[in-house]
């Protein structure tokens, strides 16, 4: 049996890799074997990143709600209990922005609430 190089394929998918370790430091962006484990790497931290973004966005929002409502006399807790149970169902997102961009608007939605 012949015996077969991968030359051309071989070097494209290592191409691929070194592109996508461009910039990444020492040998991890020019030899192959460090660039595949550093690329595979990248990736989980990416990926867990994506998933990170989302609980900190909520924490922000949770601490502008918190500091809208404490100037009108009103916790962030007792706020969100007090939605619930009058079933308003606006999420923290819309919230914190009308908090911010709207604040008499927001305000009138505390007075619904407290009312």
């Known amino acids: 049996m012949t015996r077969v190089k991968g030359g ?3 070097r494209a ?3 691929k890799v ?11 962006s020019k030899h192959i074997k460090s660039a595949i484990e550093a690329v595979l790497h990248a990736g989980e931290y990416a990926f867990a990143g994506r998933k990170d ?4 966005f909520r924490r922000i929002w949770i601490i502008r709600l918190n500091a809208a409502l404490r100037t009108m006399g009103l916790t ?5 209990k007090k939605l619930k149970d009058k079933n ?4 923290r997102k819309v919230l914190s922005q009308l908090a ?3 604040p008499m608007l927001f ?3 505390v007075e619904k609430v407290n009312s």
């Open 13 to 15: 998918s290592h191409n």
């Open 18 to 28: 070194l592109k996508l370790a461009k910039g990444y430091r020492m040998t991890r």
């Open 100 to 102: 911010v961009e709207e």
């Open 88 to 91: 308003i169902e606006l999420d």
């Open 8 to 10: 051309i394929k071989g």
């Open 53 to 56: 973004k989302k609980s900190n």
């Open 107 to 109: 305000k009138k939605i």
């Open 76 to 80: 962030y807790s007792v706020f969100i």
